[in-house]
């Protein structure tokens, strides 16, 4: 089950995922995430988000940078972002494609930046743009996880990232990057054999074992050539 999942979260990446270009001061250096918790409530008409971010090295009265992808013509509503319980400013630059939205770092907040973001998200059910802090993102550490809450009564099908049922019907997965949006498929019946998650797995089984297989041959004609040689 680890490898399946490893697999396929390998692939989608590869796929689906491309990084934010992360904040940097003239040193080279600049905020780092240190974590973060994303949290999708799908409905009937969206979903909700709630992301709890933890920023390291913030500077204080700087801004924190985030990219918000643009999926048709839906709209993001009720954006807000708090720290300590307190609501900020928040600055919004909109684009074709991708909307740059800006949050200026509290005084008082050195050290760790801690805020929440909170919005619905009114668009097709099944794909939720995030939030997503262009900051450094340390490499060797799964500092974000990704939790899906499936309605009762519902069954989660696919996903990306790939999340694993756990308690209260909630799904959870760990990143070493923040993704840039969030995918699911949910249905009425519970996961059938030929989902696009099992095609993924199998395909990569797939190559895998071809690989193997066709290693094991060259190695064994290697060996007959050699001994009709001698």
């Known amino acids: 089950m680890r490898l399946r999942v490893f697999l396929l979260a390998s692939l989608l990446a590869l796929m689906l995922s491309a990084p934010a270009v992360a904040q940097e001061d003239s040193s080279g250096k600049g905020p780092v995430l240190e974590k973060a918790t994303v949290r999708v409530t799908p409905s009937p008409d969206g979903a909700e988000v709630m992301e709890r971010v933890a920023v390291a ?70 794909r939720v743009p995030l939030v997503t802090p262009t900051v450094l993102t340390p490499d060797d550490t799964s500092s974000v996880k990704v939790e899906v809450v499936v309605p009762e009564g519902r069954y989660l099908l696919d996903s990306f990232p790939v999340v694993e049922p756990g308690g209260n ?23 059938g054999l030929f989902t696009s998650t099992n095609a993924y797995t199998a395909l990569a089984l797939v190559v895998i074992v071809g690989g193997v297989l066709g290693l094991l041959l060259y190695d064994r004609r290697t060996g007959r050539g050699e001994v009709a040689n001698a």
């Open 57 to 126: 090295g913030a500077a204080e009265g700087g801004r924190i940078e985030h990219v918000l992808a643009r999926f048709g013509t839906a709209e993001v509503e009720d954006l807000a972002i708090r720290a300590g319980g307190r609501e900020l400013a928040v600055e919004r630059e909109r684009g074709e494609s991708l909307d740059k939205v800006f949050v200026s770092v509290p005084e008082g907040s050195g050290g760790t930046f801690d805020y929440e973001v909170s919005y619905r998200y009114a668009g097709a059910a099944g």
């Open 169 to 191: 019907g909630t799904a959870s997965a760990s990143m070493t990057s923040f993704p840039s949006f969030v995918s699911y498929e949910l249905s009425a019946t519970p996961t």
